[in-house]
């Protein structure tokens, strides 16, 4: 799908749905006019920078305006009615806080069904937007295809999957094809391109066979440039490289293939990252730490003499061990080091239980966040024994300590968190731990410390 129209979609929604919003307000508060030296008149302007802050918080924790959602209808339709439910409920919420100057139900109702109008007029002037490109670009990019093999095949079905706006013409090859149906017609023979770019009007010509294998390719080449027909080659790299890559240009000149997007080797996004963790890390120290510890240090010193952390060496960032400490959960025993948790533990003290369900162990974490060894959020650092034996068991094991630890993280967020018992539990924590590389923003990291706390409270399967 074309960029700018995705960004244009994004943009043109993030407006249009905070305009509705706003109209809506202004609208109400017309009818329900309220003198301007009354208190009730503050609270109306409260509320009206209130539900901007409300909308625009939850769209971006829910991904409504991402630009992979938003181009999906159902999905962006989906993510809708999502972030709506979640919003009325907050203003009803908001509503019926006590307050010495009531809040107008009145005006917030009325606010509410206009917002939510103005948001399914939105959503069908989507599919009015949709449907003009559709009927307006359909017939001015028209492609023709340069060999019949898996690349063009395989390049056939993304356009089409992927671009709306674009019409495959066909194949051109020199071969004689035989016991195969091709999805478009195949016209035969390299030296009839240009003649049949003039009979098709065609607009744009994608090669699969390159240049150095079929020296009439760079004839051709030239011939589209004197006729304005844009010319793409599709490098085959299958049998260099089998994973998607992403292509960087250094000085306008030299093309450089990258195994992976990582968001996190800009030096900004480290220091948004970082900064993000040291605040955050310090409010939960101050604010929560600083009466949790002594409160959990009398309760698991009474019922399992001993020390109040427990300590223990992990992989951290480019495999460098450090330590990480939690709040201890299990009686003294040789086998802390090297066995993990598992279900219905014998050595997980009563209120170790508690702690543990609740994560309430993991707190001590955040001084490892404080000291640069952990961040917030990333994949979960495991003992320096498993992880001999986890990168055994899956090649790209390793890939995710190029990120610094978290306390919480993509994989756990989506269940895969505690014990591990077969190989299917470390590739899909290796694999959604790699998708958090390459995808790191950080409303994403807000995102997941959200769903993190909301598992907290209704309580997950896995923490034992």
């Not at 769209?59 to 809708?80: C, E, H, P, W």
């Not at 240049?211 to 009439?216: F, G, L, S």
């Not at 390719?217 to 994973?243: G, S």
Request: charged share 20%; hydrophobic share 45%; aromatic share 14%.
């Amino acid at each position: 799908m074309n960029t700018s129209y995705k960004r244009f979609l994004q943009i043109f929604f993030i407006l249009l749905d905070l305009i509705a919003l706003n109209v809506g307000y202004i609208i109400s508060q017309s009818i329900f006019k309220e003198n301007a030296e009354s208190a009730l008149f503050y609270r109306y302007y409260q509320y009206w920078g209130v539900i901007n802050w409300f909308w625009i918080i939850l769209s971006l924790l829910g991904g409504m305006y991402f630009t992979d959602a938003i181009v999906n209808f159902k999905g962006f339709l989906r993510k809708t009615v999502k972030t709506v439910l979640v919003f009325l409920l907050l203003i009803l919420f908001y509503l019926y806080l006590p307050r010495r100057v009531p809040l107008s139900s009145s005006l917030v109702y009325l606010s509410s069904i206009l917002f939510v109008i103005a948001l399914v007029i939105n959503r069908l002037l989507y599919l009015g937007i949709r449907e003009w490109v559709k009927q307006a670009i359909h017939s001015k990019r028209r492609i023709l295809i340069l060999g019949y093999n898996a690349v063009s095949k395989k390049l056939a079905n993304y356009i089409e999957k992927e671009e709306f706006n674009i019409k495959i013409v066909g194949f051109v090859d020199d071969r004689d094809l035989k016991n195969d149906v091709p999805a478009y017609p195949v016209f035969k023979g390299l030296d009839d391109v240009m003649r049949l770019t003039s009979e098709q009007n065609i607009t744009e010509i994608y090669t699969t066979i390159m240049p150095e294998d079929n020296a009439r390719v760079y004839r051709i080449m030239d011939q589209a440039d004197k006729a304005l027909i844009r010319f793409r080659v599709v490098p085959d790299l299958r049998n260099i490289i089998d994973r998607p890559v992403q292509v960087d240009i250094i000085n306008n000149d030299l093309p450089i293939l990258t195994l992976r997007n990582e968001p996190l080797q800009s030096a900004v996004n480290q220091f948004i990252k970082r900064v993000f963790d040291i605040l955050f890390s310090l409010f939960v120290m101050v604010f929560i730490l600083s009466w949790l510890i002594p409160i959990l240090s009398i309760l698991i010193y009474l019922e399992s003499p001993g020390p109040i952390f427990f300590s223990q060496l992990r992989s951290g960032k480019d495999n460098k061990p450090f330590w990480c400490y939690k709040f201890r959960s299990m009686t003294i025993n040789k086998e802390m080091e090297a066995v993990q948790a598992t279900k219905n533990d014998k050595r997980v003290t009563r209120i170790g239980r508690i702690i543990r369900k609740t994560s309430l162990d993991e707190f001590p974490q955040f001084y490892n966040v404080l000291r640069g060894d952990m961040s917030i959020v990333g994949p979960r650092p495991h003992m320096l024994k498993h992880n001999d034996d986890f990168q055994a068991m899956e090649d790209q094991y390793m890939i995710r300590h190029y990120l610094k630890p978290g306390i919480t993280g993509w994989a756990q967020i989506n269940g895969y968190r505690g014990e591990i018992t077969e190989l299917s539990h470390i590739k899909k924590r290796v694999e959604y731990d790699l998708w958090y590389l390459e995808h790191w923003s950080i409303v994403l990291d807000l995102e997941i410390i959200f769903l993190t706390a909301y598992n907290v409270i209704k309580g997950e399967k896995n923490a034992y």
